[in-house]
């Protein structure tokens, strides 16, 4: 194991696909892009073509092989072929648990072992392809940045990565999971007949200054990211707050909302996981803990 290849794992469990043919493995690695411009105006789709050669110098000499690249308006897809017998496809497969899809991956014990450096390569690979920080995305006061880390339908992966974020003292500031009472916990969206309107994808978000020390590989989302965190510091000194404790928090270092949510039709929903299925939330953060990331 070595920092390329915990990166190139990252990428994997975020947006990968695993196709198992007769004699060959596909692997695909999809990268959307959310908006079509960066903060800063300029065009995505430039900034990420341009990151992709910073991305196949840390994997080409990894794999042994080219990395194929496809660009839509809507997503990059990076793709690479090898032997079923290949010692790279046989460890990546022990290490997704032979999953063929990142909505059903989990990490891997081995993973928490890692040393810090090689799971910060690991985060960043996963949020080069489920990640993005824009200004829309600020906590109530428009200078509280923070990073969104996409994680479509897979539940027990956001428990992962926030268990694995907190072995390298990352704090996550809220989930946003794909659950009625989060997602329509006052069944707003339901009375006007969008009953699925929940049905989204879980978010992980995280102050941008906490981010720093994993950070990305595509230049758009490095540069939105510096520059962010510099104005969410800039601006809590500016007011007389200390940055680390108001951001550098946990959740069970928090307050607990009073807040209660209205009981939704869907909370039996057979998308919910069967250990929560049933149940009504007021907070995210006691889906959080029933689902196992905790103290």
Known sequence: ???????????????????????????????PHKKQ?????????????????????IVEPLIGTN???????????????KKNEDLLIREILRL???????????????????????????????????????RSGAYIIPYMHRVYLEVPHNWFLVVDICNLLKTINIPVQNIDWAHPNIRDGNLRKYNEGCVN??????QI???????????????????????LSDELKENLQNVGKDVEKTTHKFYWDTRESKKIKQHHPAETDIFIPEIIRGKHYNS???????LGYVK
């Open 1 to 31: 194991m070595n920092n390329e290849m915990a990166y190139l794992l990252g990428m994997v469990c975020g947006n990968g696909t695993i196709r198992r043919g007769d004699n060959e493995t596909n692997v695909s690695i999809e990268i």
């Open 37 to 57: 411009l960066t903060e800063s105006g300029q065009d995505v789709l430039i900034y990420v073509k341009a990151s992709i050669a910073d991305i196949k110098n």
């Open 67 to 81: 990395i194929n690249f496809v660009q839509s308006k809507g997503v990059t897809t990076l793709s690479f072929v």
């Open 96 to 134: 997704v648990g032979n999953a063929v899809s990142h909505e059903n991956i989990r990490i891997h014990n081995d993973i928490f072992n890692y040393s810090s450096d090689m799971k910060k390569q690991f985060f960043r690979g996963f949020a080069d392809v489920t990640g993005y920080i824009t």
């Open 197 to 202: 309107f929940w049905k989204k994808e879980h």
């Open 205 to 227: 978000k995280i102050f941008a200054n906490e981010f720093l020390p994993i950070s990305f590989s595509v230049a758009h989302k490095i540069n939105a990211l510096h520059n």
């Open 284 to 290: 995210w953060k006691d889906i959080a803990k029933d």
